[in-house]
């Protein structure tokens, strides 16, 4: 394991508790690291090409969909899988719903389907061509699906799945989507932007421009902070002004990002360098390099802090 600058984050006001769900598709294998120390407590084996992950730290759950066969795992907090269900090949984006449950996207099927906390069908609604990644507003009220090949966000009543708004996006191919400050922001893959949505009126509030491919959208410490494929970088954002900051290196093909639990860095997955990095969110310094198996993606929020340690 390769770690640069370890004892920045062991000095982090950060508490032992703080876990990574990291999937690794090339490998079909999940890490489950601890982020404040950097330390590797667990790989377990998941057939099928896991990609999207959503770790409910209130459930104590973890969950993560086999991108090849659309088969949904749930992970405990010590790594082991303790269930599975067949959602169908098309099954990908995750979100844990606050107060248990989940939705998840049919991409081929091209819909939104919410799951209780049993894992039983609570309703499925149809969502844009080629949902990709799905959000949901802290307070349980909106969820939102990027529906790539529509071009389009999608915004639902998360309790009924009653449609209330579908907004074109500021880019084309919007693939992650994330909730902040009262808004869903994009990362529109075919037009290096990043698509401000607001869910009350319905509308493109603003937009922000990105790297080359940008894939997903995270906060932290007041800041935004979104993954350039082929760029190999970060872009980081103000999210009031929209205003960009800087461009900072991370590793090649970053895809999935997400905050840490102390709000004072983000962790990404690095697709090509097989490394999860994790980046200071005032001084942008990198402050841990962890060797993840082949192809690590992270597509969800993959980061948490354990309510019951």
């Known amino acids: ?16 508790g703080d876990l990574a ?33 959503a770790y409910d730290p209130p459930a104590g759950r973890a969950y993560v969909i086999a991108a090849d066969t659309g088969r949904l795992f749930v992970l405990d907090e010590q790594g082991d899988i303790t269930e599975s269900l067949d959602l169908g090949e098309g099954a990908f984006g995750l979100a844990a719903a606050p107060g248990g449950g989940l939705f998840v ?20 609604v149809p969502t844009g061509a080629a949902p990709a ?43 992650g989507i994330t909730w902040h400050g009262g808004r869903f922001w994009t990362a529109d893959v075919q037009g290096d932007t990043v698509s401000v949505i607001d869910p009350v009126a ?23 902070f979104v993954t350039n494929q082929y760029a190999g ?21 970053p895809e999935g990002i997400s905050p ?7 962790a990404v997955a690095n697709w090509e360098s097989d490394t999860l990095t994790v980046v200071d969110a005032e001084s942008l310094a990198i402050t841990a390099e962890i060797d ?6 992270a597509f969800g929020q993959f980061t948490g802090r354990q309510v019951s340690p």
């Open 292 to 297: 993840m198996p082949s192809g690590p993606r």
């Open 233 to 253: 970088t970060l872009t980081v954002f103000d999210p009031a002004s929209l205003a960009v900051l800087t461009e900072i290196p991370v590793g090649d093909y």
């Open 202 to 224: 319905g509308s493109l509030a603003g937009q922000v421009p990105t790297g080359s491919h940008p894939y997903a959208v995270a906060f932290a410490g007041g800041r935004g």
């Open 260 to 266: 840490l639990p102390d709000g004072a860095a983000v």
């Open 133 to 175: 990644g799905v959000a949901v507003s802290d307070d349980g009220q909106w969820v939102a699906t990027a529906d790539r090949d529509a071009d389009a966000v999608s915004i639902f009543d998360a309790q009924s799945g009653a449609l209330l708004h579908r907004v074109a996006t500021a880019g084309p191919h919007p693939f």
């Open 105 to 124: 996207t049919d991409w081929y099927g091209a819909r939104l389907i919410r799951l209780d906390s049993d894992l039983q069908k609570m309703w499925e």
């Open 21 to 53: 769900f990291v999937t690794s598709q090339n490998a079909d294998m999940v890490t489950l690291v601890d982020t404040v120390t950097g330390t590797v407590l667990a790989r377990t084996p998941v057939p099928g090409k896991p990609a999207p992950v």
């Open 1 to 16: 394991m390769r770690l640069a600058a370890l004892l920045l984050m062991l000095a982090s006001p950060a508490l032992a």
